[in-house]
C-alpha cells in the first residue's frame, strides 16, 4: 500500500505538472502526454479502492484522446482511445452507473464508424441496443425511450455507412414504432426518426416513398412551426427540406430542389447561431453552389459559395476540429475556383495561397494522410492558373514545375495511373508558359511528353 501511495503522489506531481503545460501550450503532443499520465494515475486509484478518483482520471484521458483522434485526426491513437474507454466503462460498472458507460460507448462507437471501423463499432453498439430495448418494454418510460432511441438510431447510422441499408430500415422502423406508441407529444422526436427513415429509403433507390414520408414530415414541422418557431423545430424542419432537395436532385427537378433549398434557408438563417441550423445552412449553401454551377450561372454560385465560406469559417473558429477545418478549407477551394473562372484572378490568387499554405502545414503535422499531399496540389493548380492568367509566367512555371515533380514521384510510388492524365494536363499548361517565357524548345518537349502520357495536346 505505502508502493501505491508513493506512486500516486509521483503521478499526481507529474500530472499537474503537465496539466500547465497543455493550459499554456495545448498541442496534440502536451495533451498526449497529459492523457497518459491521467490513464496511469486512474489505474493507481482504482488499485487503491478509490474508484470515484479514478473514473474522474479515465473520463480525463478518454475524452483527450477522444478530442486528438477527431480533431487531430490521428488515427494512431485509436487503440490507446478505446483502451481508456474501456478502463472507464469498466470503472463505471462497478459503481453502478451502467447507463454512463453505455452512453460513451455509443459516442465511441460512433467516432470508430467515423473512421472506417464500422463492424466493431457494430459490435459494440448492439449489445446496447438490445440491452435499451428490453428496458423500455420493461418499463414504458420516456427516458427509456429517449435512450433506446439514442442507441438504436447510432445503431442505424453505422449500418447504414456500411450500406447495410436494409438492416438499417429495419433498425428505424422499429423506432418509429416505439415512439409513435407513446402518442401525442412525441412529434419533434417523430419527425427526426422519419427524416432518417426516409433519406435511407431514398438510399434504397425508393424514391417515392421517400419524397412521400418528406413531405409529411415538413407538414408536420409546419404545424409545429406555427405555435413554437424555436431552434430545434426549424433544425429539423431545414433538414428534412435538405433530404427533399437530394431526392429532386436526384431525379433531375433541379428547380424544385433549389426552391426547397431557398426556402430551408430562409427559415433557417434566424437561427444561423445555433449548431445543427448551421450545418444544415453549410450544407445548403454547398449545394446551392452546386445546383448553380450546374445551370452555369457562376455569379450566383460564387455568391452561395461565399456564404458557405463565412459559414465554415465561423464553425471552424468556434470548434477546430479536423473535420471543420477541412470543410473551411473545401469551401475555400470552390471559391477560389470560382474566383478563377468569374476573372477574378487576384482574389482567386489570393484564396489559392492560403490554401496551399494550410494543406502544406496539414499534410506535414499529418504524413500518414497522403491525401492531404493531394490537396497540396489541388491548391497549386488553381494558384498557377490564376498567376498564368495575370502574366505572371515566371510565377506560375514554378508551381507548374512542383506539380510536375510530385505527380512524376507519385507515380514512381505507385499511385494509380489516373494521375497520368493530371501530370498530362500541367504538362501542357508548362508547355503553355514556356512558349510566353520564349523556351520554346522546353515547351515543345513538354508537349511531346504530354502526348506520350495519352493528353490531347493542343499546340
Known amino acids: 500500500m505505502q508502493e501505491l501511495d508513493a506512486t500516486l503522489a509521483r503521478q499526481t506531481s507529474r500530472m499537474n505538472e503537465l496539466q500547465r503545460q497543455a493550459e499554456s501550450e495545448p498541442t496534440v503532443a502536451s495533451l498526449d502526454a497529459l492523457a497518459s499520465i491521467a490513464f496511469e494515475r486512474g489505474e493507481t486509484l482504482a488499485a487503491l479502492g478509490r474508484t470515484d478518483e479514478a473514473i474522474g482520471d479515465q473520463q480525463l484521458a478518454t475524452s483527450l484522446l477522444t478530442q486528438i483522434v477527431a480533431g487531430a485526426g490521428r488515427v494512431d491513437l485509436v487503440p490507446r482511445m478505446r483502451s481508456a474507454g474501456e478502463r472507464l466503462r469498466t470503472f463505471l460498472q462497478r459503481q453502478g452507473r451502467g447507463q454512463e458507460a453505455s452512453v460513451q460507448a455509443l459516442g465511441e462507437a460512433q467516432l470508430l464508424s467515423q473512421l472506417g471501423e464500422g463492424e466493431q463499432a457494430l459490435r459494440q453498439v448492439d449489445p446496447i441496443v438490445a440491452e435499451a430495448k428490453a428496458a423500455l418494454e420493461a418499463t414504458r418510460t420516456e427516458e427509456a425511450l429517449e435512450f433506446y432511441v439514442q442507441a438504436a438510431t447510432i445503431r442505424a447510422g453505422i449500418l447504414y455507412a456500411l450500406q447495410r441499408l436494409d438492416e438499417a430500415l429495419a433498425t428505424e422502423n422499429e423506432s418509429v414504432v416505439a415512439v409513435a406508441s407513446f402518442g401525442a407529444g412525441q412529434e419533434p422526436f417523430l419527425c427526426a426518426l422519419r427524416t432518417n427513415r426516409a433519406l435511407t429509403l431514398g438510399a434504397l433507390g425508393r424514391t417515392d416513398e421517400a419524397q412521400a414520408e418528406l413531405l409529411e414530415v415538413i407538414g408536420a414541422y409546419d404545424e409545429m412551426l406555427a405555435s413554437l418557431p424555436d431552434a430545434d423545430t426549424v433544425g429539423g424542419t431545414v433538414r428534412a427540406h435538405n433530404a427533399l432537395a437530394d431526392l429532386l436532385f436526384e431525379q433531375g427537378r433541379a428547380d424544385e430542389a433549389v426552391a ?10 434566424p437561427f444561423a447561431d445555433d449548431a445543427e441550423v448551421s450545418a444544415q445552412l453549410r450544407s445548403i449553401a454547398r449545394k446551392r453552389t452546386s445546383a448553380a454551377r450546374a445551370a452555369g450561372q457562376l455569379d450566383e454560385a460564387l455568391q452561395h459559395t461565399n456564404t458557405w465560406c463565412a459559414l465554415a469559417q465561423t464553425q471552424a473558429e468556434a470548434n477546430s476540429t479536423m473535420e471543420n477545418v477541412e470543410e473551411m478549407l473545401e469551401a475555400a477551394y470552390d471559391r477560389a475556383v470560382l474566383l478563377h473562372e468569374t476573372g477574378r484572378h487576384d482574389l482567386a490568387l489570393l484564396d489559392a495561397g492560403n490554401l496551399v499554405s494550410a494543406w502544406e502545414q496539414l499534410a506535414g503535422q499529418q ?29 506560375a512555371l514554378v508551381d507548374q514545375s512542383r506539380i510536375v515533380d510530385t505527380f512524376r514521384r507519385m507515380l514512381r510510388m505507385g499511385a494509380a495511373p489516373q494521375l497520368q492524365q493530371g501530370l498530362a494536363m500541367t504538362l501542357q ?14 515547351a515543345q518537349a513538354d508537349l511531346q511528353e504530354a502526348q506520350r502520357l495519352g493528353g490531347g495536346v493542343v499546340h
Open 367 to 395: 504524413s500518414e494522410r497522403p491525401e492531404l499531399e493531394q490537396r497540396v496540389l489541388m491548391g497549386l493548380d488553381v494558384r498557377e492558373r490564376a498567376l498564368s492568367a495575370l502574366g505572371r509566367h515566371d510565377e
Open 260 to 269: 426547397a433549398l431557398q426556402r430551408a434557408a430562409t427559415l433557417a438563417e
Open 429 to 442: 499548361h508548362r508547355a503553355a508558359t514556356h512558349r510566353a517565357l520564349g523556351n520554346l524548345d522546353k
